[in-house]
């Protein structure tokens, strides 16, 4: 009895002292370690998505303790590894699977594993981290560059030294004269989309970020991706820029040559393209890439063959979104007999709210409101041309009627920007697609070309500082993959000089005599019947074409100050024109150029009717829910346990 009792103790104190089992969560924490009195045996490679390493022996338990072949090929580890390539849409392949084998699959070396190099680990989590955040995943646990990975010290090896030999000749094959950007030119569904935007920021963080401006009808972010030297900030007297494309979701080219965009520009300014990095160093770049998702998933069921001029079109509610503006230009125009009429800043009349608004149309009111846009440009498709306001003719009887801005001249100098740096839009072949604008050199009026009332390059004019043109990219509004890489050719340089032209013109800082700067300041050209107003800090822009301007800046409560300058023809950037305004004694008389209404510049959505497009969804307790991201499905359907370790914040 006694012998029996001391057996049983014995055995006792050996279960109880065994190291308990290494689940991936407490492997996470760091809570255990694999013992070190497990006996490891080589065998040969066994797990297939890892045979392609560069050694046939490897051992188990390997050393995330998985005992075998059958515990390592059931775990979310391994799974995760089989779909890398497709989560992360081919970047960092095959490296993150190699780099994961070394782990799941070590190197068997003398009866033992040998560890894959910690210097090897973290390069690749430098280079692969912003993958995984752009897809909204944590980076995983097992690939923990400390934990997992040895030093030169300690004998380990590079996994990966094979590859980089092979991509390094192959690299040297395709681009002998030295690294290049390379893009996929194909077609993206909305989420992919959005992937690939926010990998793009991620990868190139210092100068760009993602943010979203609302949610179309059915829910999906209208995403933007920003490019600057100091991203999420205004800077004085940097002006800030934007694209807009896919308004129509069956005109999709514009979308697709906005998506490829920001991944230039993010390259080529990693790469030193001195271009890329002035204009980015410079300019506050802002990209829509999508206005209208809902729109462009029902035109892409479609797909390219059928080119539908309808299917798609406008958005979930059956809107067209460039009809869905406060239509300030019939306004304008039922002022034009009174004296002091003005042409810039019009108030959204409290009627407009009363009418259907789109939440798209609302999500870029506010956007356009909120941040000083310069200039803008908004691609369409359908033909080829430049078009620019005003879109509503001056006679409500004339369906096609010149129906020019005072601003005329700049319109017409930005839309040549464009065209001038397009090898087909102002050509003089006949039998091209847009041959009936030859006769305009590939420009237009857009009330000239055919009238409507509601359009989005009206509304930034009239209710903002912003100038924005038409780009009508093509006849063929969903033209097939492989006219995607002739059409980024044809229209990269036009969407670079577009770019930097925003540098033209004028700018400056209204200060009073204490060197405060002077919000809303008005900056009048003499001539020009359209102000622009000054930005937070009393910075400016105003788009002007060579030639000898008298400017007037005016405040109230501050005498006028009038300057003459003259900017040359040749000129490559913006002057630089400054004002201080004395503050006057006694309240001056109304300003003359005010009209009088009952509407403010600043009643935006007064009856509280469409905020609600930009409320989070939030939970019980009011915090903002949080939805499991896409990839998800790709673990819980599987049978693996959820590996929660991939979860951001969990």
């Known amino acids: 009895m006694i012998s029996t009792l001391f057996a049983l103790n014995v055995l006792s104190a050996l279960v109880c002292g065994a190291p308990p089992r290494c689940e991936p969560e407490d492997h996470r924490l760091g809570r255990c370690r694999p013992a070190a009195e497990d006996k490891r045996t080589c065998t040969d490679m066994v797990l297939g998505y890892c045979e392609d390493m560069p050694y046939k022996k490897i051992t188990f338990p390997n050393l995330l303790d998985h005992r075998g072949r059958h515990e390592a090929e059931t775990g979310a580890e391994y799974l995760l590894l089989s779909v890398v390539h497709s989560l992360l849409r081919g970047e960092c392949s095959p490296d993150i699977r ?35 955040e752009g897809i909204d995943m944590a980076w995983p646990y097992f690939l923990d560059c400390d934990r997992f990975f040895g030093s030169e010290e300690e004998g380990c090896y590079d996994p990966l ?90 005109e999709v080219l514009g979308r697709q040559l906005l998506i490829y965009l920001a991944q230039y520009l993010c390259s080529e300014y990693q790469l030193g393209n001195e271009r890329i990095q002035t204009l980015i160093n410079t300019t506050r770049i802002h990209i829509l890439p999508s206005m209208n998702p809902d729109g462009y998933e029902v035109a892409a069921a479609e797909g390219p063959v059928y080119n539908g001029w309808i299917s798609g079109r406008g958005n979930a509610q059956s809107i067209d979104l460039n009809r869905n503006f ?68 001056k006679h409500p009887q004339e369906a096609k009627m010149l129906s020019p801005t ?48 509601g359009g989005m390059s009206d509304f930034n004019y009239l209710h903002t ?141 007064p009856y509280n009717q469409f905020e609600r497009y930009t409320l989070s969804e939030l939970g019980e307790n009011g915090e903002e829910r949080q939805g499991k991201p896409w990839w998800w499905n790709y673990f819980i359907h599987s049978g693996v346990a959820a590996p929660t370790w991939l979860l951001k914040n969990y």
């Open 161 to 250: 030294e094979t590859l980089r030999a092979q991509q390094e000749v192959a690299v040297a094959e395709i681009s002998p004269g030295g690294p290049s950007t390379v893009i996929q030119f194909t077609y993206q569904s909305n989420a992919q989309m959005f992937n690939i935007l926010k990998k793009t920021a991620a990868k190139c963080a210092d100068i760009s970020r993602t943010y979203s401006i609302g949610r179309s009808v059915e829910g999906k972010d209208l995403l933007v991706i920003e490019f600057s030297n100091n991203p999420g900030q205004h800077d004085i007297l940097e002006p800030e820029m934007k694209f807009v494309g896919n308004m129509h979701g069956n």
């Open 406 to 453: 005072p601003d005329e001249q700049v319109f017409r100098q930005m839309a040549r920007t464009y065209v001038d740096n397009h090898p087909t839009m102002g050509d003089r072949d006949t039998e091209r697609c847009g041959a009936s604008f030859i006769s305009k050199g590939g420009i237009i009026n857009g009330a000239l070309w055919y009238s409507f009332a």
């Open 326 to 393: 406060p239509d300030l230009t019939s306004i304008l125009y039922g002022r034009r007999r009174n004296k002091y009429y003005r042409t810039d800043h019009i108030p959204i009349p409290d009627s407009y709210w009363f009418g259907k608004v789109a939440p798209e149309t609302y999500a870029v009111m506010k956007w356009v409101r909120s941040i000083p846009f310069v200039q803008s440009a908004s691609l369409h498709g359908g033909e080829l041309v430049v078009s620019y306001p005003f879109d509503l003719s």
């Open 98 to 132: 190699m780099l994961g084998c070394s782990v799941l699959a070590p190197r068997c070396q003398d009866g033992r594993a040998l560890k894959p190099c910690r210097s090897t680990c973290e390069a690749v989590r430098r280079g692969c981290e912003h993958a995984f």
């Open 465 to 605: 500082n912003c100038f924005e043109i038409t780009v009508e990219l093509g006849c063929d509004k969903f033209p097939t993959e492989e006219e995607l890489y002739p059409e980024w050719k044809r229209n990269k340089e036009s969407l670079l000089s577009f770019m930097e032209s925003v540098h033209r013109g004028i700018k400056g800082i209204v200060k009073d005599v204490n060197g405060n700067g002077i919000k809303g300041t008005r900056i009048s050209v003499k001539g020009i019947r359209h102000d622009i107003t000054t930005a937070e800090d009393g910075d400016y822009w105003r788009l002007l074409n060579p030639g000898i301007h008298i400017l007037t800046a005016s405040a109230p409560g501050y005498a006028r100050v009038m300057k003459k300058v003259h900017l040359p023809r040749h000129m490559k950037k913006a002057g630089r024109v400054d004002f201080v305004l004395r503050k006057l004694e006694r309240a001056a008389p109304a300003d003359i150029y005010s009209f009088p209404s009952v509407d403010t510049y600043d009643r935006f959505d």
